[in-house]
């Protein structure tokens, strides 16, 4: 499966974005599927993750009550929706797929990782 992200550009701090990845394939009920972004310098780091049932959702804390993960399973796309941004949120962002085994906040536990797209969030 591919996946490409989009949706990225400029927001002013307490703005709001909101993130695609699109999938090749119509992902299995089974799948689990994670955003992370990667700052400048820094190395990369989870934000969120459900599974394609839709049952479960899982988040970094600093995102909680700010970010939403979800998907559209006609479409077989996965958003994240990103409100009262900050500059701190200024990244890279990727999605990709969970490979079923470890922790799912590793990003080792990632494959079929999209091109990402930039988010920048000015103070």
């Known amino acids: 499966v591919q996946l490409q992200a989009s949706g990225g550009g400029l927001v002013q701090a307490g703005g709001s974005m909101r993130l695609s990845c699109a999938t090749s394939e119509g992902p299995a009920s089974y799948w689990y599927m994670g955003w992370f972004r990667q700052a400048p310098g820094q190395e990369r780091e989870f934000v969120a993750a459900?599974?394609?049932?839709?049952?479960?959702?899982y988040y970094k804390d600093s995102v909680k009550g700010r970010f939403t993960i979800s998907r559209s399973v006609a479409s077989g796309t996965v958003y994240l929706q990103m409100n009262s941004m900050k500059p701190e949120d200024t990244a890279v962002y990727y999605c990709a797929k969970y490979k079923e085994r470890g922790d799912i906040t590793a990003f080792i536990n990632y494959e079929n990782w999209g091109q990402g797209t930039l988010v920048t969030v000015s103070s």
């Open positions: 459900l599974n394609w049932r839709g049952s479960s959702t």
